[in-house]
């Protein structure tokens, strides 16, 4: 487990206010005289490869992209270590708050519209940067991202249990379970995967990877992740549709209920979220052929599946919830394409 933020409290001469909690490295904002900044901790010796190999990654994303990309995403000002805690100082954005909480707080159409247009314009700075792919790249991220984590889910006795149902049901309706659909899935992949190509991306531009700020429209990319194994635009569309149309961010501030192979949650309509949802839609069918808006959906089903072990660390009724949630995805995904 991530060390705690009091010990790294004590031993700094400012003040640290924690922001966020709940994942494997500590977010702060460090106060020390007129000096501001947000500081991202991580421990040096424990769970090396969900934590500091991880944390590595986003610091140098965030180097290289605040060269190549200015005023996308918040300056690194500091690298360093505490005894065995590693930690970088980010630039702090005045009076910013999350896409996703700034969504979530249902804002008038215009300004939903706003955020969306920053949001897109933005992403297509980092798109346009791009390169061939190779065929092989898209079976060894379905490996990694979908079937390697689910048999690392297995090694917990009441997942593997669960596991052994064959279909279950997902908010009253029961559906093959996504372990039973892996090589359906391959196929599908192999075949939309055609002209593969890739180009810079975020890596992880979920709703709540991004700032805003009302006042100014101004957006900010927070949260860079290296480790995709296809750097693509239909992964990183994935990404959004995992917190827009999945509803990501909502589905995981709330209690999942799992009995046997029921597993149910009242996943409520958010305005704002579903509006942007209705234009990231419209954005997708004017620039996605059908076979690439599949990928996409591919993608969307692998957000879920990847997470799960970090959900195995932190709630197992969140892991099962969205071990569903990916079989539902999964199934509505596969009738579309074969009926
Ligand atoms: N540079 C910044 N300026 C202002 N606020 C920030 C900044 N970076 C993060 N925050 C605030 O802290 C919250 C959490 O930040 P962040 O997403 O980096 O943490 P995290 O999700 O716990 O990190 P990770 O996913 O890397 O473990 C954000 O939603 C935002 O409110
Ligand atoms: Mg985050």
Known sequence: MASRPDQVASTTNGTLTRLKGGSLSGTYLLEAGAYRCVRKTISLEETREYGFIRWQSQLKRLQRFGQLFPGVFPQVLDVGREGPI??????????????????????????????????????????AVKRPSCRGALDLYLYEEMERPLRICCEDPSFRAFLDHPTLVFNGVEIPSIATVLPDLYRLGEASWKDPWECYTHGNLTLENTLWVPATRKIWFIDPYEENVTDSVHNEYSQILQSSHARYEICNALPPRVEGNRVSLDIPDVPGIRRFNDLFMVLLGARLSEEEHRLVRLYEISQFTRMLPFKLHTSRERMIFFYALASFLAHQLLEDVHG
């Not at 708050?97 to 249902?106: H, K, P, R, W």
Request: overall charge negative; hydrophobic content about 40%.
């Open 86 to 127: 590693a930690y970088f100082d980010l630039e702090y954005i005045e009076h910013a708050m999350s896409g996703s909480d700034f969504l979530a707080g249902n804002p008038p159409e215009p300004e939903v519209q706003a955020y969306a247009q920053a949001l897109f314009e933005t992403m297509d700075k980092l798109h």
